[in-house]
DNA sequence: TTGTATGCGTTATCAT
DNA sequence: ATGATAACGCATACAA
C-alpha cells in the first residue's frame, strides 16, 4: 500500500505539506502542489481512511440498523439512506436487528468501535440506555421517541385513513389484523383504524398477529375467514399480511373486492403486481430514507438542527381490492 | 471515551498488560488478569477496533457490492452473506453499485480504505483491473470469473431446464425474453434455453430487455404480445419480468396457464404470492450468500482453500402459472 | 511557504 | 510475569 511518506518522497516534499494538499489545508505554492498531484496520480494514492478516523476520532462511516433486509419494505428504506450517504461521501455498515435487543447492541457497540460518526436505527427500543448514552447523532427511522431526531411516517393517520376508505367503500364487517406488539408503527396504524372504527361505530374484529414474515401470515390468514366468516373488509397490518389475505380469500372462493375488500399498508412494489392488485396505505419509503440521512448529515454537519423530527404523508393508494366510491 | 490507557491505569498495570489479556496472547497471572477484567466491566470498555486496524493493517470489515438491493433477489443474498459474516464476529461495509463501473469502482476504492479484509461483489466487470490489483481476497456472488473464488447458480442448466419443462407441458409458439446482455446469469439463462430450444426444433422469438426493473418490465410485456400475438408459452429472464407478463396476459384476457404459460427466474418471494403463482427457476439466494460469506471467511482465514468455486443447483418449481405434465 | 515532531489507541518486540 | 516503547498512517501545532 501506498502511504502519504511514500507521495511525499517522491514529491520531494515533507508528508505535511502532501497532507496539505490532500485537505486544501494551509498554505502551499502552486508548484509544489502541482509535484504533489502529480505523485499522487503516478502512485494513484488515496489516503487510509482508518489513520485518518484514529486521529480525528470519527470516521466517514454510518451505522444502519434495519430489522430485516428481507422485508420488502426495508430495502426501500436502505437505498434512499445509502443514496443520499452515498452522495456525501458517507459509507454506511449494515446490519439486520431482527428486532432482537441483544443483536442491535451488539451492533450499536461494533458501530461505535469502528468510529461510526452516526447511526440510523429502526429500532424498537429508541429508549434503551444504549442509545442515550452515545454521542454521536442518532436518527431513528421508520420509528419515535419523544424529542430525539427522526424520521417517519404517520402511522395513527395511516390507520384512519385505511379505516375511512375501506368503510367508505362499503365494508360493514371489518376485519383488522393488529400487528406485532413490540413494533410501535404497527400499534399506531392500528389504534389510528381502531379509533376510526369507533367513532363510526362500525362492528368489527380483531386479530392478533406476531410477526411480519411472510412464513406466517398464512397462518393469520386462515385465522381470519375462519373465525369471522362473515368478514367483509380487511385492514391488514401490511402489504404481506394483505397479500396472504389475498390468497386465503382467493383460496376460499370469495370475490375480492366484491365478496371482501381488503387494505395493505406499505405500498411495497409486491402490491402492484398481484391481481387484483393491492389497495394499500402508501408509506414513502424511499424518501423516508433519504431524508434520515439527510437529517444525520445536518446533525453531523451543523451546529444547530431545527426541524429534527420529520413526518412524511401517508395515503390511500387505491387499486383494485376496494371497491370503488359509489 | 475509555482506551487501554484507562483500563491500565485502574488495573494498576501497564497497557502491554491489558492488551495481553484481551487478545489472550502471552502469559499475564491470574490475579492481575482477574483485575485487568475487573477494570475492563466497570468501564463497559471495548476496545478500539480503529486503532487496532491501523497496526494490523486489516479490519474485520467486509465489502458488499451489490447492484440494487430494491431489486428482490439481492435481499436474499445480502441476508445470507450478513448472517454467516454476523455470527464469525465480522461487519459489513455495504454498497449498491447499479451496475455501474464508475460507482463501482469507487466502493471498492473506499473499501481499500477503510482495511476491509475481503470483498464479495456481484460486479459486471470481474475482470477489470482493480478486481485482479487486490489484495484482498474477493469473491464474486452470482458471477463467475475464470478461476477466481466465486459462488453462482448454474445459469445455463436453469435455463435448459425452464425451456424444457414449458415444452414437456405442452407450448409450441415460445417467446424468450433476454435480460440485459451486459449481465452475464441472465444470458447464461437465456443461452441455456436457446439450447434447448434449438435442439427440440421449436419455434420461438426473442424479445430483447435493457433492465430488470419494475418499472420497464411492463414496456416488454407489452412489446411481447404485441409483437408475438400467438406466443402460449414465455420464458422470462427473472420474476419481475415475468410478473410483469402474468399482468399484461391478465389485462389481455388471456388465461394463464390454458392460452399461454409463464416461468420465471430466481424464486424470489414474490413469486409465490401472485395469482395464479409463478413457476420459475429457483436459485437458492440466501444459501449462494452464506456459501459467500463461508468462502470469502475460510480464503481470510486459511492458507490454502479448496473447492473456491461453488456453483448452486437450480431447480424448477412448480407452481401454476405451468399447466400439469399431460 | 514548508518541515519537524507529536499523538490518535492499539499490538508486539524486547527488556527486565 | 510484566513494563517500556516503537510502529501502524495520518493531521496538526509549532518552528523555521
Known amino acids: 500500500m501506498t502511504t502519504i511518506k511514500d507521495i511525499a518522497k517522491i514529491a520531494g516534499v515533507s508528508v505535511a505539506t502532501v497532507s496539505r494538499v490532500i485537505n486544501e489545508s494551509g498554505y502551499v505554492n502552486v508548484d ?4 504533489v498531484e502529480e505523485a499522487i496520480n503516478v502512485m494513484n494514492y488515496s489516503p487510509n481512511e482508518v489513520a485518518r478516523s484514529l486521529y480525528k476520532r470519527k470516521s466517514k462511516l454510518i451505522g444502519l440498523l434495519l430489522p430485516d433486509i428481507t422485508n420488502p419494505f426495508f430495502p426501500q428504506l436502505a437505498r434512499g439512506v445509502e443514496d443520499l450517504l452515498q452522495e456525501n461521501g458517507y459509507r454506511l455498515i449494515f ?9 442491535e447492541l451488539d451492533y450499536i457497540r461494533t458501530f461505535v468501535q469502528n468510529n461510526v460518526i452516526g447511526v440510523i436505527s429502526s429500532t424498537n427500543f429508541p429508549d434503551s440506555d444504549t442509545y442515550h448514552k452515545l454521542k454521536i447523532p442518532i436518527v431513528f427511522l421508520d420509528r419515535t421517541s419523544n424529542e430525539s431526531p427522526s424520521v417517519y411516517a404517520d402511522g395513527r393517520e395511516g390507520g384512519r385513513i385505511a379505516a375511512r376508505e375501506i368503510i367508505l367503500r362499503g365494508s360493514k364487517r371489518i376485519t383488522i389484523l393488529q400487528g406485532p406488539a413490540h413494533i410501535k408503527p404497527a400499534q399506531d396504524r392500528f389504534q389510528g383504524a381502531i379509533e376510526v372504527l369507533e367513532e363510526l361505530g362500525m362492528t368489527y374484529d380483531v386479530i392478533q398477529t406476531s410477526s411480519f414474515s411472510y412464513g406466517e401470515a398464512g397462518k393469520w390468514a386462515k385465522e381470519l375467514f375462519d373465525k369471522h366468516t362473515d368478514t367483509d373488509g380487511v385492514i391488514a397490518s401490511n402489504d404481506i399480511v394483505a397479500t396472504a389475505i389475498l390468497q386465503e380469500a382467493h383460496r376460499l372462493g370469495k370475490a375480492v373486492p366484491q365478496d371482501v ?26 424518501d423516508m430514507g433519504r431524508e434520515a440521512a439527510g437529517l444525520l448529515i445536518r446533525l453531523i454537519e451543523q451546529d444547530k438542527v431545527e426541524d429534527s ?3 412524511l404523508p401517508v ?5 383494485e381490492t376496494t371497491r370503488t366510491i359509489i
Open 32 to 35: 509544489t502542489r502541482k509535484k
Open 315 to 319: 395515503s390511500f393508494v387505491e387499486r
Open 261 to 286: 375488500q381488503i387494505i395493505g399498508y406499505d405500498d411495497t412494489p409486491l402490491s402492484s403486481l398481484l391481481s387484483p392488485s393491492l389497495s394499500t396505505i402508501r408509506q414513502p419509503a424511499y
Open 95 to 103: 446490519g439486520n436487528s431482527d428486532e432482537n435487543e441483544d443483536k
Open 309 to 311: 423530527i420529520i413526518q
